[in-house]
């Protein structure tokens, strides 16, 4: 099954609450909670006391993408502030070992995150200890960027990997994802698909509503996941 994952970056902050109970109501399965710290990203967004905020107003899986310089400093605060699944930069972690142990000794899942730049190979000794694999199809830091189309071949050989190796690993595509190019993400291997303006501007509900329904078609050369 293919997971629709809202970022809430792009939320009006305000209402915040709302919105997120209704893309939880349109059929959201992530909600996805983009924590930046103004160094290993050029922006700084929202943290722990945001995600408290609204952990009790969606049963929604609360998907956090740490684009934090050492994140292993973080990780207990994040998990205790409601996330399930942690993800940190392969990037950004001087440890990625030691992080990624420290985030299953809390009890979440976890998840590593690879720049487009960076190459599948950095995950070669640590991929059947990972929950997901988050492929970044722009450079992390902002919402509203456009999808960089050579991470399609990324997330192709990553399928490649996790299939041969009979894994079950989710594998997230996150960044420029829209309406026009999400049934080449699917194409291409991915289970979850980040969204944030095209989630967020307009219509809310109806644009979850819209990627659902892509989302629930396999489309052709897709697998059914
Ligand atoms: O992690 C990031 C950006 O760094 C993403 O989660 C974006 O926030 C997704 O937003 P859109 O590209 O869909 O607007
Ligand atoms: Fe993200």
Do not use: W
Request: glycine share 8%; charged share 25%.
């Amino acid at each position: 099954m293919y997971k629709l994952a809202p970022s809430i970056l792009a939320a009006d902050f305000s209402k915040l609450g709302e919105e997120v109970m209704t893309i939880e109501k349109a059929g959201a399965d992530y909600i996805h909670i983009d924590i930046m710290d103004g160094a290993f990203v050029p922006s700084i967004s929202i943290g722990m006391p945001i995600m408290k905020s609204i952990r009790d107003k969606t049963k929604c899986i609360f998907d956090a993408h740490l684009m934090i310089n050492e994140p292993i400093r973080y990780v207990q605060d994040v998990y205790e502030a409601g996330a399930d699944i942690i993800t940190v930069h392969a990037e950004s972690c001087n440890h990625l070992d030691r992080t990624i142990k420290r985030i299953k000794e809390l009890g979440a899942k976890v998840g590593v995150a690879l720049n487009p730049a960076t190459p599948l190979n950095v995950l070669d000794y640590v991929l059947d200890e990972l929950d997901m694999v988050v492929i970044m199809s722009v450079n992390p830091g902002f919402g509203g960027q456009k999808f960089i189309p050579y991470t399609l071949e990324k997330t192709k050989q990553l399928r490649e990997i996790i299939d041969k190796k009979k894994l079950s690993i989710e594998i997230e595509v996150d960044g420029g994802i829209t309406l026009e190019n999400v049934a080449q993400v699917m194409e291409a291997g991915a289970d979850v698909f980040v969204a944030g303006s095209a989630i967020f501007t307009g219509d809310i509900l109806e644009n979850t509503v819209a990627f659902k329904e892509v989302l629930s078609h396999v489309s052709k050369g897709a697998k059914s996941r």
